[in-house]
């Protein structure tokens, strides 16, 4: 997040709006900031309990440059006066979790400073792989490469997915 930068804020959105075709198992977020998250340079804010929020309408903006997508004006209208926005500064190396339904935003980087940040996202196996958002990848054990864990298996509590 490059400072004074206009498309360096990322409006009000749902990660799920960027992938509307997968299907219905959640893609979780892991954010990890690479040096300190501040209000100064842009953290993330979030609208806590949206996680299981339905997806909301939403548009392209055009005032960045970006082409983000943001939730449309009368959904945070009708959001915001029950839910209180939370920035959720960190320190590097922290790691912020969400699913790809909560809502949540970066605000301007007014720093000197560049803010640094990775996202992994994970997904189920048998979900779309969505090449067009990035290259992906299967995690496997470095133990076990044999065994992948399914969505049966961690239900069971079963760590790994063993084929006979």
């Avoid at 945070?76 to 949540?104: M, Q, T, W, Y």
Wanted: aromatic share 8%; with cysteine.
């Amino acid at each position: 997040k490059v400072p004074k930068v206009a498309a360096g804020a990322v409006p009000w959105h749902q990660d799920k709006s960027y992938w509307p075709d997968a299907n219905a198992n959640p893609v979780i977020t892991v954010w990890i900031p690479l040096v300190d998250a501040t209000l100064e340079n842009g953290c993330v804010h979030v609208m806590p309990r949206t996680h299981k929020q339905k997806i909301l309408s939403y548009h392209q903006e055009d005032y960045s440059g970006t082409g983000f997508f943001e939730i449309d004006d009368t959904h945070l209208a009708e959001l915001l006066p029950e839910k209180e926005p939370v920035p959720l500064p960190v320190k590097a190396g922290s790691a912020i979790l969400f699913n790809d339904r909560c809502i949540h935003k970066s605000t301007p980087n007014v720093s000197n400073e560049v803010r640094w940040s990775v996202d992994l996202r994970y997904q189920p196996t048998d979900q779309d792989p969505m090449p067009q958002h990035g290259a992906g990848f299967l995690a496997r054990s470095e133990h076990f490469p044999e065994r992948v864990a399914t969505l049966e298996d961690w239900l069971a509590e079963r760590p790994e997915h063993i084929n006979a």
